[in-house]
């Protein structure tokens, strides 16, 4: 079982940036696939990237391609998530999640743990 709680949304300006936090607690956390996805209002959950166990690989949905980074940090059993050159369609719940098994998805159903989300406003 893993316990995933995030953190860093707020209000920021087009053009700002973030850096959302992902804090992992659970036995063997550290051997998880990691992915964010996010959800606007009005809008199906959509994925946004994900990290290999070791922090070897990265995938990302195009959207955020070349804007947004993602990281982890085994020993402390975090992932962040930096956002640049932050859009107004980026204003989304942003959802940490865990996946016991497999390589990099950006299909939900690999995903078996989900945090409570954190909101991202930007404005414009």
């Known amino acids: 079982q893993v316990q995933l709680v995030e953190s860093g949304g707020s209000l920021v300006q087009a053009g ?18 990691m992915g964010w996805f996010r959800q606007a209002p009005g809008k ?31 020993a402390k059993g975090t992932v962040y998530l930096y956002m640049n050159s932050l ?19 950006s299909d939900e159903i690999s995903y078996n743990y989900w945090g409570q989300g954190t909101q991202v406003t930007v404005s414009s």
Request: aromatic residues 10%; contains cysteine; hydrophobic residues 30%.
């Open 87 to 105: 859009k107004v369609e980026d204003t989304a719940v942003y959802y940490c999640t865990a996946g016991r098994q497999g390589g990099l998805s």
């Open 16 to 33: 700002g940036s973030l850096r959302l936090s992902c804090q992992a607690s659970g036995r063997n956390s550290w051997t998880y696939l």
């Open 44 to 74: 199906e959950r959509e994925f946004v990237g994900a990290i290999s166990r070791s922090g070897d690989s990265v995938l990302y949905t195009d959207s955020v391609k070349g804007r947004f980074d993602i990281s982890r940090d085994n």
